[in-house]
């Protein structure tokens, strides 16, 4: 619908399965990814479903108040952002920024929650962020999904956080991921035209590098030897 509405060109479709195989690049673990520490995994979960309560009553104060106020140069990623906020103006304005707000409702949802330990009081998560808002300036309200990562620190108060990244999977992917989910009759696959932008983004110097260094030939020289 995106692509009707924002009068963006959409080629015929192609193939589905066909456009996902280009996409796919390295072989996906079939196994489940289940860290060690399940004791640890559970804490963070739990902080993480406070982080979301704050998330649903909108409540900026109250998410700020999760990172740790001692650490001196916090790092945030959004996923709809093109750089990081790095130091704590940065990051605050995230939550609070200047003049009216462009959001009429945010709702965040998280899973798939599994945690380690990088030191006595410090711990890396992974996790699934849902995104389901509406903004202002949108006809609709719409739904997206990330992976995401922090770094979390064990203070007195309990978890805090140090760093945050939302990480969404190769557009071509998740764009065919949501075409499966949510296709209507008739409607034609986006797929093909998203390909033709990533060709067209390709760096000009890349022909000639894959002339010096084409790794197909060495992956199929080692399966070989095998």
Known sequence: MLFTRYGL??????????????????????????????????????????????????????????????????????EEQDEWRIGWDQVKNYWDPEGPTSSDSVRMRFDGTQARWLSDDLAFAKFWIRFDTKMKFMPAAFGTDAR??????????????????????????????LFKQHRQDGEPSPLPYIQTLYERHTRDDFPAFMELNNTGDMAQAGGESE
């Open 9 to 78: 060109p959409v080629l015929l479709a192609a193939s589905l399965m066909t456009s996902v195989a280009v996409a796919a690049g390295h072989n996906q673990s079939k196994e489940p990814a289940i860290a060690r520490d399940q004791a640890l995994t559970a804490e963070i979960d739990a902080f993480l479903n406070e982080y979301e309560a704050l998330w649903d009553a909108q409540d900026p104060a109250g998410l700020i108040a999760l990172w740790d106020q001692n650490d001196p140069e916090p790092f945030y990623l959004a």
């Open 148 to 177: 995401a990562s922090a770094v979390l620190r064990k203070t007195d108060e309990g978890w805090r956080l140090l760093t945050w990244a939302e990480s969404p999977g190769s557009p071509i992917l998740y764009i065919a991921k």
